[in-house]
């Protein structure tokens, strides 16, 4: 296929919340994944979607060894991915959803490559990924999940702290990372998964993508393994000293049942 060809059949895979058929691209390198990416990326905001950030996948063991893959990856973020914190989500658009917990950080300045990553950053905050491969079962190779945009699906970011803030964590290196499902423990970690320390997944970040805006929102990477995220299930991800975000997933009609 080509790269125009897959990326459309990657976002109508999507767009119709079925995986995509046959299941074989035939990609096999990274940069010709990347512009499948873009390309992909490129559709999105053609349809007025604006970027709000990036994702680094593949940061934690937990991650690599559940999908099988071994390199870091990273993919996009559009404002139609936001979910409000607390708020509901509906999963209907989505073919077999899964949960992450993760940690954001939201830059206040320019981040270039080889500048101390720390100084860029205004906040960071827990947050909670929900990834939707537009692969059958999730299977794919490193470049078909790039070309995939990730897996990306939505996010959902919690309060924010300032990087050093009077009460907050004085080192990000080792907060526990819990995810809950309906209040019942899903995945339980540390945030020293991410790279051995999340302010890693900066560095990573600029290096993979170039500089990056202040606005952006970077997620650095799950921690722990994903879960499967079945509609009406209440999510919380915790990471200790930086506090909770959470949301529902719901499909169209339990959001109406519960609106009516
Ligand atoms: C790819 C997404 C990886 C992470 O946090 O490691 C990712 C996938 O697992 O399908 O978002
Ligand atoms: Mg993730």
């Known amino acids: 296929m080509t790269i125009t060809a897959l990326a459309e059949s990657l976002d109508r895979a999507a767009l119709n919340a079925r995986p995509l058929p046959g299941g074989v691209t035939g990609l096999e390198d990274t940069t010709e994944a990347y512009a499948v990416q873009d390309a992909l990326i490129v559709r999105r905001l053609a349809r007025g979607e604006r970027l709000t950030g990036v994702k680094l996948g593949f940061t934690s063991l937990a991650k690599m060894r559940q999908m099988g893959v071994a390199d870091l990856i990273h993919g996009r973020l ?21 949960v992450e917990p993760e940690v954001a950080f939201l830059l206040g ?18 947050a909670l990924e929900v ?76 290096r993979l993508c170039g500089p990056l805006e202040p606005g952006t929102v970077i997620l650095a990477g799950a921690a722990t393994a994903a879960v499967p995220l079945p509609p009406g299930t209440h999510v919380r991800a915790t990471v200790t000293g930086l506090g909770a975000v959470q949301f ?9 049942e519960e609106g009516a």
């Open 131 to 206: 990834i939707d491969s537009r692969y059958d079962g999730f299977r794919f190779s490193l470049p078909e999940v790039i070309a995939d945009n990730t897996s990306a699906a939505a996010y959902v970011v919690g309060p924010w702290s300032a990087l050093r803030s009077p009460g907050g964590p004085s080192d990000l290196g080792n907060l526990g990372v819990l995810l809950e499902l309906d209040g019942r423990p899903a995945e339980t970690g540390s945030t020293a998964a991410i790279l051995g320390h999340p302010l890693r997944a900066l560095a990573a970040a600029v």
């Open 78 to 98: 559009t404002d139609r991915m936001e979910i409000p914190d607390g708020g509901q989500y509906d999963l209907s658009g989505l073919i077999h959803p899964r």
């Open 248 to 256: 529902t997933a719901t499909t169209a009609r339990t959001a109406t």
């Open 109 to 126: 300045d320019t981040l270039r490559p080889g500048a101390d990553p720390t100084a860029a950053v205004a906040a960071v905050a827990p």
